[in-house]
């Protein structure tokens, strides 16, 4: 009984080390008349690249063309996505925006009534 309470501990532990290792991005990508491909395309393989170098699919917008991504926290996994990003925006002519993801307000912290 014991050995099952160790791993399961052990388990979440491990998951909750793996958790604070991601960081949380938004991919966006405005509607352009001008692109020499479809859209829908582009934003596909730059879902499929961000799961190849170990990023997750967490959000997927209906209103907007993006989704958020969670990527590990490494420099080299990010420095790849935005080399691939801005490749396509060369290669394509459609722009992509990519942003950390962060909670935001209305209003200034400050002024919330508790």
């Known amino acids: 009984m014991k050995?099952?309470?160790?791993?399961?501990?052990?388990?979440?532990?491990?998951?909750?080390?793996?958790a604070s290792s991601l960081s949380s991005y938004i991919v966006t990508f405005p509607k352009t008349d001008n692109i020499a491909t479809d859209q829908n395309s582009?934003?596909?393989?730059?879902?499929?690249?961000?799961?190849?170098?170990?990023?997750?699919?967490?959000h997927e917008y209906s209103l907007i063309k993006g989704f958020t991504v969670d990527l590990p926290d490494s420099d080299q996994v990010l420095d790849s996505l935005k080399e691939r990003l801005s490749y396509i925006e060369s290669k394509f002519g459609t722009k992509c925006n990519l942003e950390k993801d962060s909670e935001v307000h209305a209003l200034n912290r400050d002024h919330l009534v508790a």
């Not at 879902?47 to 170990?54: A, L, Q, S, W």
């Open 42 to 58: 582009i934003i596909e393989d730059v879902k499929k690249y961000v799961v190849g170098i170990g990023g997750k699919i967490t």
């Open 3 to 18: 050995v099952s309470h160790l791993v399961l501990i052990l388990v979440s532990i491990f998951s909750m080390a793996q």
